[in-house]
């Protein structure tokens, strides 16, 4: 216990946490904004732009910040890197803070930069009108699972026949999640991108499914 307390003092007093939080803040806000700004133009038959749209801006994301930060962006990913001891209890409680403050204000930048009559919910998760709560549950289980698990093949350091780029694979997992779960859920997967669109516009149906099983 007490070289638990002393690992997390000497996390809080290092110089490098407080550029990491901003990292993850800024990162999950691109996310927000980009990824739920393009439901503005979203389409029941065709949306494969969406999809492209989210797993280009995690790819992006995780390419500029995973040097500083490791490139979480995901509450989920924080919380298997808690379980897993990968980071510390206040570097990853902290993480998941300023991961929710930056999806709220990239959701805030969104609201400011589009009509309420384009984007009316900001791209908020939602059930399709065939899709129950449990069907919904059992979705966004899957997919976070399989983004959480593409995170940390990716950053197996035990791992020798690893070749080619970590964030165009996190990216490529981030496109085939969306374009399975859009139609049933719209793809949460990341509950700090899920509660910004929520909080702002104030959309909160069937918001638990998307939010809940992601944080798992």
């Known amino acids: 216990m007490l070289e638990i307390m002393k690992e997390n003092v000497e996390d809080l007093l290092t110089p490098n946490l407080w550029l990491a939080l901003a990292a993850e803040m800024l990162g999950t806000m691109a996310i927000t904004l980009l990824g739920c700004g393009s439901f503005a133009s979203f389409d029941e038959r065709s949306f494969i732009h969406v999809a492209l749209t989210f797993g280009l801006t995690v790819a992006t994301v995780v390419w500029v910040f995973n040097h500083i930060s490791g490139g979480h962006v995901n509450p989920a990913v924080t919380l298997a890197a808690l379980f897993t001891r990968r980071v510390s209890i206040i570097r990853g409680v902290l993480y998941i803070v300023f991961q929710i403050i930056g999806g709220i204000i990239g959701a805030g930048i969104l609201h400011g930069l589009t009509s309420s009559s384009r984007l009316p919910n900001l791209g908020s998760n939602a059930l399709s009108f065939t899709t129950s709560s449990a069907q919904g549950f059992g979705v966004e289980f899957m997919i976070t699972l399989i983004y959480v698990l593409a995170y940390f093949a ?35 997967m990341n509950p700090a991108r899920s509660f910004g669109p929520a909080l702002v516009s104030d959309t909160w149906g069937d918001h638990w499914v998307s939010n809940l099983t992601a944080g798992m």
């Open 154 to 188: 990716c950053h197996d350091d035990k791992r020798t026949d690893l070749r080619g780029s970590a964030p165009l694979t996190l990216g490529l997992a981030v496109v085939a999640c969306h374009l399975f779960a859009i139609p049933f859920t719209r793809a949460g």
